[in-house]
Every structure is written in structure tokens, then in C-alpha cells.
């Protein structure tokens, strides 16, 4: 993380959420994966982040001309979870360049509205609408040029440390106040709101 923070410092560019997050192998998001999608996502205001990515010819439906749902589908789902994992960090008073809680897909619960051509970058822009002391809820689209062709809402579980390796407890993050608003939810709501919204 020091090499990320100086590399950060010195040349004065964002650094991606996924290249934050140590031992990170997952196929969609694992910068320490050389055969995943290595997607890289980034804030874009205080609650939503954006993701370009470029499909590739072997990522094709049946039609060649079409991108796969399974990929649009693993898209959405490592792009939201990052943005929980970042905005969990935010939470927890973490410097967004420093180790924090991991979170894994509690649900995942997309629509494709039209096909996504496989030609051009697809843009996903997540954001966070609710929290609660385990969950946060993550909408997201997926856009080719400026056209909707899916959105999704995504459930992202706080899990334990060391997670996937014979982890602890799960810690509880903490809740915005509820003067503070995450995409129409107040945040101070009972959880059951959020199951609700879940």
C-alpha cells in the first residue's frame, strides 16, 4: 500500500479502487489475476463511481456481435462490490489508499434492457443508496454509447478479516447519520428498510 500511496503522490493520478485492495486474484476485478477482466474503477462525486471497459472479440454471445450477459453480469457485480468496499472504507475513517473491510455479493439481481455491442467501451457507473451495519446496497447501469443496456442492484456483505483464508469475525461499519441521504434512503432508517430495499 506505501507503493500505491507514493505512486499516487508523485505522479498525481487516481488510483483504480481494485489496485488498493492487497492479494486481490478475482477474475473480474484481481489486478493480481493476469487471465481475469482487470476492470479499474474510480470515484466520480461522493457517492458514485465510474468504470470504462473494453470488451474483447472472445467475450461474445452467441451473436459475435454482442457482449456475453455472463460478463456484463461479473461487470456489475466486481464494480459495485469495489464501490462498497471503498465507500466502507470512507465509513470506517480509512485513507481510500489504505487496507480495509473486504465485502462479498450478498445478491445480485440484473436486468438487460438491450444487447451491448462488443465493438465499443461500456460504461458502468455504480452508486451507493444504502447502508446498513453489515450491507450496502449498490444500484448500477451499464451504458454504451449513452444507451442503458442493463441495470442492476447489487447487495454487498461486509465479510470477516482474512476472509476466503480462515478469517475472523465480521466487524460492523459504521452508519451515516440520518440527516444524510444516500440516493432517496435515509441512511438513519431502521434496517429493515434496507432489507427491504434489498
Not at 507514493?6 to 488510483?15: H, K, L, Q, R, Y
Not at 489504505?98 to 451491448?116: D, V
Not at 460492523?172 to 432517496?184: D, E, F, K, R
Request: with cysteine.
Amino acid at each position: 500500500m506505501t507503493e500505491i500511496a507514493s505512486n499516487a503522490a508523485t505522479t498525481g493520478e487516481p488510483v483504480a479502487i481494485q489496485d488498493t485492495v492487497p492479494d486481490n486474484h478475482c477474475v473480474g476485478c484481481g489486478p493480481d489475476n493476469p487471465h481475469g477482466l482487470r476492470i479499474k474503477s474510480f470515484w466520480s462525486g461522493d457517492l458514485e463511481t465510474v468504470c470504462v471497459f473494453e470488451p474483447a472479440p472472445h467475450m461474445a454471445s452467441a451473436p459475435p456481435s454482442i457482449v456475453n450477459g455472463g460478463i456484463i453480469a461479473t461487470l456489475v457485480d466486481c464494480h459495485s462490490v469495489c464501490t462498497a468496499v471503498a465507500y466502507g472504507r470512507r465509513l470506517d475513517g480509512i485513507g481510500p489508499l489504505m487496507p480495509g473491510a473486504l465485502y462479498a455479493t450478498g445478491s445480485l439481481n440484473i436486468s438487460y434492457l438491450r444487447p451491448a455491442p462488443i465493438d465499443r467501451p461500456l460504461e458502468l457507473r455504480a452508486r451507493i443508496v444504502g447502508v446498513a451495519e453489515r450491507k450496502t446496497v449498490v444500484e448500477c447501469t451499464v451504458t454504451s454509447d449513452g444507451v442503458c443496456c442493463a441495470t442492476a442492484t447489487v447487495v454487498a456483505a461486509r465479510v470477516a478479516a482474512g476472509w476466503g483464508r480462515g478469517g475472523s469475525r465480521v466487524a460492523t461499519q459504521a452508519v451515516p447519520a440520518p440527516a444524510q441521504t444516500l440516493g432517496g434512503w435515509a441512511a438513519g432508517s431502521p434496517e429493515d428498510g434496507l432489507a427491504r430495499t434489498a
